[in-house]
């Protein structure tokens, strides 16, 4: 490995064949691109289109419908086996086309943060897409670039500093130079003549030379390393597994059983084979793969629309189980704008109102209205705040943004609030010289010029800055400093950091003459105290509301973040997740607990602050080997290894990474911790979904099942051919599980606790229900059977299309029943799900077309019903419905409520 940081610019010359003043050439440039390749993260070595096309077909479910609709093949039964089929394919294609369109949106995303740089080429800068970039490039940075190659610094500005957040996981920015560095193993971190790609300029200019591109930057590295990691199985996909292995089971007793009794009875062999084919066929939830993925896609859909895009649709239910949220503090439970919310001046202290970098907010004393231009104390403090600064204000289409530190940024917007124009001040005082901010002085100071005369503003630490301070600014008045001003200048400063706030102390001082030395021993003494600025983070308005939904939904919400203990815990109560037991800890309290030491109080930790990405991991696992289900947020690629640890890895949209965004089950496109609220939400009421409309498939299964079985019991004709049975499972049970699939999220959902995630989709209170609706249908469909065969004493045909339909509209009765097991459609509303009574009827009028269809009755081998039958029809039909909605307005006036299905 080449130690760049310690060449001098003549060997680094040499070593990436380049010239430090005029670049490459634009031909050795482009032979260097088609050599080296664009620079750009390689894509995840995952799937081809035809991998995910083919992975639909991985299901022990898809498989057991291959396998009917081979057996309806070999009886003939062509029109069954093509039915079979197609629903197979429709399964397939709708899952394809959702996993693929969430891949597609991902690359998009990528797209978005993909910029342009600028890089000096034969001696002329030129602007070119980052991806074009190539070792040996000569590229220039200014504050608010994103550094598009790993690169060594040859030229920098006293206050060039660059944001490595996303590779080192260091929330504060790093200040850089291009002095070389003597020793040759220097962590990353303290290569400070060095830049990296994924990481952006905070201030200052520089210029430097790439070295690295592509997969070959650190950057690169992580990234190839995380393509490696493996992933698992949802639980709802472990649960439709498990379904699919207890129906094989079923059917192979019932199909056994029924085949059986019959030879012992002396029936015929082939006439035997078609019952228990029809038996397998009705067992067989033909729509259950279908339906639920497009319950899953269309939650997808309605996800996007809340700032949430799911990569993977299975993922979506996992959403459903999480009862811990961990995540950042810094822009996804803050707004990640500094906000200044007081300032200090003529012994006063003033509250300003407003958030982020709009510059829209008052000043208040003592909860009245004041203009601060009016006083002289606070005036001059804003001047220090305006002139003192490197930062932008851009205003872009009402729109506010920053160029440069944040923390200067919201000095400016208060000193707009305030009615100052910024650019006249600064045009009033033109620059003259700098002296940067340094750890050790704690300081900075801009010498600028009006007229003759000079002043040096200056800010930095209260503490450190007060020392300097012989006089202090009162009310325009300039008086000297007493011990006893001091401490109360140093009290406040104490209360507002108390309050978790950050605290810059103002100051200037008037020069007769610019020295020949502009230094910090020559300018920063002798200073005239103007004030104290207070500033915050301040959290994002909706996340309070969407805590209080996580705490009534049972989920606990965990801060991370690598800033100070107080600042975090005074965040966390703001928001309402720390309470008087709530603990706070650090990363190195947190490695002084052994693991099992840790993990007796993880449960009651609500804050980690100043803590590494090992920290992070090991917060998950621990969660983890409690029996949580864990989403996790991150943003830089140092929190990959914690986000895919979780059983929900959320990326964030705007600051996250490519690395991390490939890595994740979900991207939250606004950064917003309200949005994975929101996830959850919908992640809850997909289930909830899934759930009714399993619930509805099988019931309506169990009562075909039950009418074939019930049927070779007691000695009757086949009651209903395979073709019918197929027919109500994709029409009739079809369309309404379709509908239920979009059912309306229950208002309640999140008043309820996360379900177990090893709860199975079926329980067993909900399986006894199922079982005894089936058994309903089932009997109304067989009374309807034995009352026109025997009682009427008409044709079999015509009392198998009397059973047909019966069994038909109970279950479209039923589908109503399931939307709820609690109240009753009556309180919730007919009209609640209008995609249910569209279905309802579509699926009534395609079964009156197969009835009184001719061409259709040849096929589906049924008879015209007449009106007297269609009385009988209707009443048999919606018993179940009605019996179930006494149950439902029997429990309720008692006080009790359904279980879940």
Same mark, same amino acid.
């Given at each position: 490995m080449n130690r760049y940081w310690t060449?001098?610019?003549?060997?680094?010359?040499?070593?990436v064949q380049t010239d430090v003043e005029t670049g490459l050439t634009l031909e050795e440039a482009e032979n260097r691109l088609r050599k080296y390749g664009n620079n750009q993260l390689a894509?995840?070595?995952?799937?081809?289109?035809?991998?995910?096309?083919?992975d639909q077909f991985n299901s022990i479910i898809i498989w057991i419908l291959f396998a009917a609709a081979l057996i309806? #093949?070999?009886?003939?039964?062509?029109?069954?086996?093509?039915?079979? *089929?197609?629903?197979?394919? /429709?399964?397939?294609?709708?899952?394809?086309?959702?996993?693929?369109?969430?891949?597609?949106?991902?690359?998009? /995303?990528?797209?978005?943060?993909?910029?342009?740089?600028?890089?000096?080429?034969?001696?002329?800068?030129?602007?070119?897409?980052?991806?074009?970039?190539?070792p040996g490039d000569l590229i220039e940075l200014e504050a608010g670039d994103k550094i598009p190659a790993d690169s060594r610094l040859i030229y920098t500005t006293g206050n060039f500093a660059t944001q490595e957040a996303s590779l080192t996981g260091e929330s504060v920015p790093v200040n850089k130079s291009s002095h070389l560095l003597a020793e040759d193993d220097i962590p990353l971190a303290d290569r400070s003549n060095m830049v990296y790609m994924g990481t952006s300029v905070v201030s200052g200019k520089a210029r430097a030379v790439v070295i690295s591109t592509g997969m070959q930057t650190e950057l690169g590295r992580i990234a190839d390393m995380i393509q490696e990691i493996k992933e698992g199985s949802t639980p709802l996909q472990k649960r439709l597994e498990q379904f699919g292995k207890w129906i094989v089971v079923i059917c192979l007793v019932l199909v056994a059983m029924v085949f059986l009794l019959g030879f012992l009875r002396g029936g015929k062999l082939l006439e035997l084979f078609l019952t228990s084919v029809s038996l397998a066929v009705a067992a067989i939830p033909e729509g259950l793969p279908a339906v639920v993925t497009i319950a899953l896609a269309l939650g997808v859909q309605r996800m996007v629309k809340r700032h949430c895009l799911i990569r993977k649709l299975p993922s979506v239910e996992t959403l459903g189980c999480t009862n811990v949220i961990c995540s950042d503090k810094t822009g996804t439970l803050t707004r990640n704008e500094m906000t200044a919310r007081a300032v200090y001046a003529g012994e006063n202290l003033y509250n300003i109102s407003g958030i982020g970098y709009d510059p829209k907010g008052e000043f208040t004393h003592t909860e009245r209205k004041i203009n601060p231009l009016e006083s002289n104390s606070i005036a001059k403090a804003l001047d220090v705040a305006v002139l003192c600064n490197g930062a932008k204000l851009i205003n872009e289409d009402g729109i506010y943004r920053i160029l440069g530190d944040p923390t200067e940024a919201a000095l400016l917007t208060m000193a707009a609030k305030a009615g100052i124009n910024i650019e006249e001040k600064e045009q009033q005082y033109p620059f003259v010289a700098e002296i940067p901010f340094d750890s050790d002085r704690k300081q900075m100071t801009i010498i600028r010029r009006k007229g003759q005369n000079f002043t040096a503003f200056v800010k930095g630490a209260p503490d450190v800055l007060l020392s300097n301070c012989t006089h202090i600014e009162n009310d325009g008045r300039l008086q000297e400093i007493s011990r006893d001003d001091r401490n109360r200048i140093l009290a406040v400063n104490n209360n507002m950091a108390d309050q978790a706030m950050r605290v810059l102390g103002m100051a200037y001082r008037k020069l007769e003459n610019l020295p020949e030395t502009v230094d910090a021993e020559t300018i920063e003494q002798d200073l005239v105290f103007a004030g104290l600025v207070a500033m915050i983070d301040p959290p994002r308005e909706e996340v309070k509301q969407a805590i209080e939904n996580c705490q009534t939904a049972g989920i606990q919400s965990v801060m991370i973040t690598g800033d100070h203990k107080n600042t975090a815990v005074a965040i966390a109560r703001e928001l309402g997740f720390f309470?008087?037991?709530?603990?706070?800890?650090?990363?190195?309290? /947190?490695?002084?607990?052994?693991?099992?030491?840790?993990?007796?109080?993880?449960?009651?930790?609500?804050?980690?602050?100043?803590?590494?990405p090992e920290h992070k991991l090991r917060i998950v696992k621990a969660w983890r080997k409690k029996g949580q289900v864990v989403a996790m947020t991150g943003d830089g690629v140092n929190d990959a290894p914690a986000i895919k640890e979780a059983d929900i890895g959320v990326a964030m949209g705007i600051t996250g990474t490519d690395v991390t965004k490939e890595i994740s089950d979900m991207v939250i496109t606004d950064d917003n911790f309200a949005s994975i609220v929101a996830a959850v939400e919908e992640g809850r009421g997909i289930y909830d979904n899934i759930k009714? *409309?399993?619930?509805?498939?099988?019931?309506?299964?169990?009562?075909?099942? @039950?009418?074939?079985?019930?049927?070779?019991?007691?000695?009757?004709?086949?009651? @209903?051919?395979?073709?019918?049975?197929?027919?109500?499972?994709?029409?009739?049970? #079809?369309?309404?599980?379709?509908?239920?699939?979009?059912?309306?999220?229950?208002?309640?959902?999140?008043?309820?606790?996360?379900?177990?995630?090893?709860?199975?989709?079926?329980?067993?209170?909900? #399986?006894?229900?199922?079982?005894?609706?089936?058994?309903?249908i089932a009997f109304c469909s067989l009374l309807a059977f034995w009352f026109v065969l025997s009682v009427e004493s008409e044709g079999l045909t015509r009392?198998?299309?009397?059973?047909?339909?019966?069994?038909?509209?109970?279950?479209?009765?039923?589908? *109503?029943?399931?939307?709820?097991?609690?109240?009753?459609?009556?309180?919730?509303?007919?009209?609640?799900?209008?995609? @249910?009574?569209?279905?309802? @009827?579509?699926? *009534?009028?395609?079964?009156?077309?197969?009835?009184?269809?001719?061409? /259709?009755?040849?096929?589906?081998?049924?008879?015209?019903? #007449?009106?007297?039958?269609?009385?009988?029809?209707?009443?048999?039909?919606?018993?179940?419905?009605?019996?179930m909605e006494l149950v439902k307005l029997t429990r309720n006036l008692g006080g009790r409520k359904t279980k879940d299905c």
């Open positions: 060449l001098e610019e003549k060997e680094l010359e040499k070593l894509a995840k070595r995952g799937r081809s289109p035809w991998k995910i096309f083919f309806s #093949g070999f009886l003939k039964e062509c029109v069954d086996s093509l039915a079979i *089929f197609c629903i197979i394919i /429709l399964n397939s294609v709708l899952g394809f086309i959702q996993e693929f369109r969430a891949e597609k949106s991902l690359a998009a /995303l990528k797209k978005l943060s993909s910029p342009s740089s600028r890089v000096i080429r034969s001696g002329k800068p030129v602007s070119i897409p980052s991806e074009q970039i190539v309470k008087s037991e709530s603990v706070a800890m650090t990363g190195s309290e /947190l490695d002084s607990l052994s693991q099992e030491e840790f993990e007796t109080v993880v449960d009651k930790t609500a804050v980690y602050a100043r803590v590494s009714k *409309f399993i619930h509805y498939l099988l019931s309506c299964n169990a009562g075909e099942i @039950l009418v074939m079985f019930a049927a070779s019991l007691i000695g009757f004709p086949i009651p @209903l051919l395979p073709i019918h049975i197929l027919w109500v499972n994709l029409v009739t049970d #079809g369309l309404p599980a379709l509908a239920l699939g979009m059912d309306p999220i229950d208002k309640d959902v999140m008043k309820k606790p996360p379900r177990k995630l090893n709860e199975s989709v079926l329980t067993q209170s909900g #399986g006894g229900m199922m079982l005894t609706q089936g058994a309903f009392a198998r299309t009397a059973c047909f339909i019966v069994l038909a509209c109970s279950q479209l009765f039923h589908s *109503f029943n399931c939307r709820n097991n609690d109240k009753s459609l009556f309180k919730i509303g007919i009209f609640g799900n209008k995609k @249910l009574v569209a279905a309802t @009827l579509i699926s *009534f009028t395609l079964q009156m077309l197969v009835v009184y269809v001719p061409f /259709l009755q040849t096929v589906f081998k049924t008879e015209a019903l #007449g009106f007297n039958d269609w009385v009988m029809v209707l009443v048999i039909s919606s018993f179940p419905f009605w019996a």
